[in-house]
């Protein structure tokens, strides 16, 4: 006999733990630069589809998403360093990024044309999409270093709108599947569970680990949460905000591919995919109020328990809007809590 | 001296001038006569988005027999022109759309839309503007009541017919309790209307309602909801890709009864994206995509074959499926309308109102066809025309459809 809850329960924590990616992500850029990303989604699809590319041996459309930002990226610094005179500087901010762009062109060439294994192709992956993420950072959100939330949350609408069209037009609007790293359930008691979900659970507590020990033991880590709390002192203190902002971005969009190699073999990537899923993992992240990293990663898998449950005990029909609907008592709560909103001081 | 009406500005004398005067005003007048000599249809289909699967064919249809026609020199000489926008399987988008193709293109004829929730949404745009639309979904409102709906035809089979397919075999099979779990739009509501009409009278019993997003990735609450009462057969109500996640996900749980789906998955990508979750799995289909194993008198199986042949000449091996006969219906119905019109008297082409009611009475009034769908026969009382001959049961065996019944 099935026991429900049980599998309902798993079933949670299996999307509650690529939520609370998401939402960890979304924290550590919010708290550090003051950007919400809500492109997020669309790295966590990029990567899927680039794996999914390679294995086909087809040269994955990220590249090209590469090569035109590191073209922007050579071009914003060629005009800052002719701005300050400095001419033979402008000549090489305008040509490492080319080069660059040059070699991960011929290297992914390269590799798609060979055969690898199975995790050669997602490391790659995972590798390609993590470089669009200092790129985006880059070309996006180091331009306007001062801008509110609000400028940034619209201009990452307009990144997903165009990661979307280009997901489209690179891979079309079928839904693409990847195989399981290992075939095979295995049993826990009452409950059957597939060898994938026990190795995204797995591959998600790993990453959630690795990054506390990068926060708060590593010399880096502490850097980033000195930015993220005040960014005058960190600048004061020799931490460079600039840098800690990409390593924050880059952070974010290898969180966002990671979950997507981690997915896919489970429910299939299309390139509309991506977006619902980053949104619920962006309301784990309100639950954490944007700021806490350990709330945000509970919040998450709150969500993806409370998906299920409601979707089964409540009504199917509703359960998006049910998932959505918990967004209006979490900001009561913290609203009636903070009357002192004063986080970022510049 | 009088002023000429257009000023010509000419090295030449007076006579090149009054020439060139005379020369422009005789274009002027004369082309839009000559452009207007073009039958112009308004495609709207989700050539991307959720409904991909079915838009996509539809779209390569039109332009397959784009070309077709125009290089048989056009229906009688008046070549064709299917102006095609993509509704991204958006109700919104849809709408725009057919406003654009009715207000800007000064089409003719619509043929709008692959999905019901988008071709319900336009009814209220084509019957105010008094254009006729052609539909590619199923549910059976689209056309009904036909008071309602005199502007808008339907070409595939409606939910109630493939419902009824579905209810019969079920009857033969001696299953009593059905789960239904359906898309959460008027696609699914539309189906769970005309099942709860088609039991009545039978010993079928629904005994599990659940709904789904058509872009969900995670059914497994309702496919337990579903499995959890052992129902003898479950219906799913979605189409190709929606359905073959729940088609999995209920493989994935063990459900052993029958389980059926809708003819929103007569897609070939439908067999890949299921895989062996498919096999044994029963459906409600038009006879094209078990052409081949169709009797040698059927009317249908030469013309489902012809068009079979044709589309993958062009699109590739093993990739027509009914939603792009369903396309090629709707293109058929117009030509013969308009060469029914042609005999019945000549038609203004300039008058783009005159030519659009035209075309509404000839699909009314023409004799019945032969297309790859099944036998067409639109009247006054139904604006779709087909008997059971549109419909055979069909069972994915192996990843591959075969003849049920």
Same mark, same amino acid.
């Given at each position: 006999?099935?026991?429900?809850?049980?599998?309902?329960?798993?079933?949670?924590?299996?999307?509650?733990?690529?939520?609370?990616?998401?939402?960890?992500?979304?924290?550590?850029?919010?708290?550090?630069?003051?950007?919400?990303?809500?492109?997020?989604?669309?790295?966590?699809?990029?990567?899927?589809?680039?794996?999914?590319?390679?294995?086909?041996?087809?040269?994955?459309?990220?590249?090209?998403?590469?090569?035109?930002?590191?073209?922007?990226?050579?071009?914003?610094?060629?005009?800052?360093?002719?701005?300050?005179?400095?001419?033979?500087?402008?000549?090489?901010?305008?040509?490492?990024?080319?080069?660059?762009?040059?070699?991960?062109?011929? &290297? $992914?060439?390269?590799?798609?044309?060979?055969?690898?294994?199975?995790? @050669?192709?997602?490391?790659?992956?995972?590798?390609?999409?993590?470089? &669009?993420?200092?790129?985006?950072?880059?070309?996006?959100?180091?331009?306007?270093?001062?801008?509110?939330?609000?400028?940034?949350?619209?201009?990452?609408?307009?990144?997903?709108?165009? &990661?979307?069209?280009?997901?489209?037009?690179?891979?079309?609007?079928?839904?693409?599947?990847? *195989?399981?790293?290992?075939?095979?359930?295995?049993?826990?008691?009452?409950?059957?569970?597939? +060898?994938?979900?026990?190795?995204?659970?797995?591959?998600?507590?790993?990453?959630?680990?690795?990054?506390?020990?990068?926060?708060?033991?590593?010399?880096?880590? !502490?850097? &980033?949460?000195? @930015?993220?709390?005040?960014?005058?002192?960190?600048?004061?203190?020799?931490?460079?905000? $600039?840098? @800690?902002?990409?390593?924050?971005?880059?952070?974010?969009?290898?969180?966002?591919?990671?979950?997507?190699?981690?997915?896919?073999?489970?429910? !299939?990537?299309?390139?509309?995919?991506?977006?619902?899923?980053?949104?619920?993992?962006?309301?784990?992240?309100?639950?954490?109020?944007? /700021?806490?990293?350990?709330?945000?990663?509970?919040?998450?898998?709150? $969500?993806?328990?409370?998906?299920?449950?409601?979707?089964?005990?409540?009504?199917?029909?509703? !359960?998006?809007?049910?998932?959505?609907?918990?967004?209006?008592?979490?900001?009561?709560?913290?609203?009636?809590?903070?009357?002192?909103?004063?986080?970022?001081?510049? | 001296?009088?002023?000429?009406?257009?000023?010509?500005?000419?090295?030449?004398?007076? #006579?090149?001038?009054?020439?060139?005067?005379?020369?422009?005003?005789?274009?002027?007048?004369?082309?839009?006569?000559?452009?207007?000599?073009?039958?112009?249809?308004?495609?709207?289909?989700?050539?991307?988005?959720?409904?991909?699967?079915?838009?996509?064919?539809?779209?390569?249809?039109?332009?397959?027999?784009?070309?077709?026609?125009?290089?048989?020199?056009?229906?009688?000489?008046?070549?064709?022109?299917?102006?095609?926008?993509?509704?991204?399987?958006?109700?919104?988008?849809?709408?725009?759309?057919?406003?654009?193709?009715?207000?800007?293109?000064?089409?003719?004829?619509?043929?709008?839309?692959?999905? /019901?929730?988008?071709?319900?949404?336009?009814?209220?745009?084509?019957?105010?503007?008094?254009?006729?639309?052609? /539909?590619?979904?199923?549910?059976?409102?689209?056309?009904?009541?036909?008071?309602?709906?005199?502007?808008?035809?339907?070409?595939?089979?409606?939910?109630?017919?493939?419902?009824?397919?579905?209810?019969?075999?079920?009857?033969?099979?001696?299953?009593?309790?059905?789960?239904?779990?359906?898309?959460?739009?008027?696609?699914?509501?539309?189906?769970?209307?005309?099942?709860?009409?088609?039991?009545?009278?039978?010993?079928?019993?629904?005994?599990?309602?659940?709904?789904?997003?058509?872009?969900?990735?995670?059914?497994?609450?309702?496919?337990?909801?579903?499995?959890?009462?052992?129902?003898?057969?479950?219906?799913?109500?979605?189409?190709?890709?929606?359905?073959?996640?729940?088609?999995?996900?209920?493989?994935?749980?063990?459900?052993?009864?029958?389980?059926?789906?809708?003819?929103?998955?007569?897609? *070939? /990508?439908?067999?890949?994206?299921?895989?062996?979750?498919?096999?044994?799995?029963?459906?409600?289909?038009?006879?094209?995509?078990?052409?081949?194993?169709?009797?040698?008198?059927?009317?249908?199986?030469?013309?489902?074959?012809?068009?079979?042949?044709?589309?993958?000449?062009?699109?590739?091996?093993?990739?027509?499926?009914?939603?792009?006969?369903?396309?090629?219906?709707?293109?058929?119905?117009?030509?013969?309308?308009?060469? +029914?019109?042609?005999?019945?008297?000549?038609?203004?082409?300039?008058?783009?109102?005159?030519?659009?009611?035209?075309?509404?009475?000839?699909?009314?009034?023409?004799?019945?066809?032969?297309?790859?769908?099944?036998?067409?026969?639109?009247?006054?009382?139904? +604006?779709?025309?087909?008997?059971?001959?549109?419909?055979?049961?069909?069972?994915?065996?192996?990843?591959? #459809?075969?003849?049920?019944?």
């Amino acid at each position: 006999m099935l026991d429900i809850p049980l599998i309902l329960f798993f079933e949670g924590l299996t999307n509650g733990a690529i939520y609370a990616l998401m939402a960890l992500g979304l924290v550590v850029l919010y708290s550090v630069t003051g950007v919400i990303n809500v492109a997020i989604g669309e790295f966590v699809m990029i990567s899927a589809l680039t794996v999914a590319s390679l294995r086909d041996g087809s040269v994955p459309g990220t590249i090209y998403l590469l090569i035109a930002g590191l073209v922007l990226w050579a071009v914003y610094g060629a005009i800052a360093d002719l701005r300050a005179r400095r001419a033979a500087k402008a000549l090489w901010s305008l040509a490492w990024p080319l080069l660059a762009g040059a070699v991960a062109y011929l &290297l $992914v060439l390269a590799i798609s044309r060979t055969a690898m294994p199975y995790l @050669a192709h997602i490391a790659v992956a995972i590798l390609l999409t993590t470089a &669009l993420g200092p790129v985006a950072h880059r070309v996006i959100v180091q331009p306007l270093p001062r801008a509110s939330a609000l400028v940034y949350l619209i201009l990452t609408i307009g990144l997903h709108l165009a &990661l979307t069209g280009l997901g489209l037009a690179f891979w079309g609007p079928q839904p693409y599947t990847l *195989p399981p790293f290992s075939q095979g359930r295995l049993r826990l008691g009452p409950v059957l569970m597939d +060898h994938q979900d026990i190795w995204l659970l797995a591959v998600s507590l790993l990453l959630l680990v690795l990054l506390w020990w990068f926060f708060s033991r590593t010399l880096h880590g !502490k850097a &980033l949460r000195a @930015a993220a709390v005040n960014k005058l002192g960190a600048r004061l203190s020799g931490i460079s905000v $600039v840098r @800690a902002g990409r390593t924050a971005f880059t952070l974010q969009v290898f969180l966002a591919s990671v979950a997507g190699v981690l997915i896919t073999p489970i429910t !299939k990537m299309a390139y509309d995919f991506g977006f619902l899923i980053g949104l619920k993992g962006f309301v784990g992240a309100i639950i954490g109020g944007l /700021s806490n990293p350990l709330v945000a990663v509970i919040g998450a898998v709150f $969500v993806g328990l409370a998906e299920q449950f409601s979707a089964f005990y409540i009504s199917s029909a509703y !359960k998006d809007v049910l998932v959505f609907l918990l967004i209006i008592p979490v900001l009561l709560v913290r609203s009636l809590q903070h009357v002192d909103f004063e986080e970022h001081v510049e | 001296m009088t002023r000429p009406a257009v000023y010509v500005y000419t090295k030449g004398g007076k #006579w090149m001038r009054r020439t060139l005067r005379i020369g422009l005003a005789l274009l002027l007048f004369l082309t839009p006569a000559a452009l207007a000599q073009t039958l112009r249809i308004g495609a709207a289909a989700a050539a991307t988005g959720a409904a991909s699967a079915l838009g996509e064919p539809e779209a390569n249809t039109f332009r397959m027999l784009q070309d077709q026609i125009n290089a048989a020199g056009g229906i009688n000489g008046i070549p064709v022109e299917i102006i095609f926008l993509d509704t991204a399987s958006d109700t919104g988008q849809a709408v725009t759309n057919v406003n654009r193709l009715i207000q800007e293109e000064d089409v003719h004829v619509v043929i709008c839309c692959t999905i /019901s929730a988008n071709s319900l949404a336009i009814i209220d745009t084509v019957q105010e503007a008094g254009v006729p639309n052609i /539909s590619l979904a199923a549910a059976a409102n689209i056309i009904e009541p036909v008071s309602e709906r005199q502007w808008v035809f339907k070409t595939p089979q409606t939910d109630r017919l493939m419902i009824t397919g579905i209810v019969e075999d079920m009857v033969a099979g001696g299953m009593q309790t059905l789960a239904y779990l359906a898309i959460d739009d008027a696609y699914g509501e539309g189906g769970l209307n005309e099942l709860n009409t088609a039991i009545q009278g039978t010993d079928i019993e629904v005994v599990t309602i659940e709904r789904y997003g058509r872009s969900d990735t995670n059914v497994t609450a309702q496919v337990l909801s579903a499995v959890t009462g052992q129902p003898d057969a479950v219906l799913i109500w979605g189409v190709v890709r929606d359905t073959a996640l729940v088609v999995e996900e209920l493989a994935n749980r063990g459900y052993e009864g029958q389980v059926y789906v809708s003819h929103g998955v007569g897609n *070939p /990508s439908f067999l890949e994206l299921a895989g062996e979750a498919s096999n044994g799995v029963r459906l409600p289909i038009g006879p094209m995509i078990v052409v081949d194993e169709l009797s040698a008198d059927s009317e249908i199986a030469p013309v489902a074959q012809a068009y079979v042949d044709e589309y993958e000449a062009i699109y590739g091996e093993g990739t027509a499926s009914t939603f792009g006969g369903h396309a090629w219906d709707a293109v058929k119905s117009i030509e013969l309308a308009v060469t +029914h019109a042609m005999e019945q008297g000549e038609i203004d082409w300039n008058d783009t109102e005159a030519v659009r009611t035209a075309i509404r009475d000839s699909l009314e009034a023409m004799p019945a066809f032969t297309g790859v769908g099944g036998v067409f026969d639109f009247t006054a009382e139904d +604006h779709l025309g087909l008997d059971t001959r549109a419909l055979v049961i069909v069972e994915i065996v192996d990843g591959d #459809w075969t003849l049920a019944r």
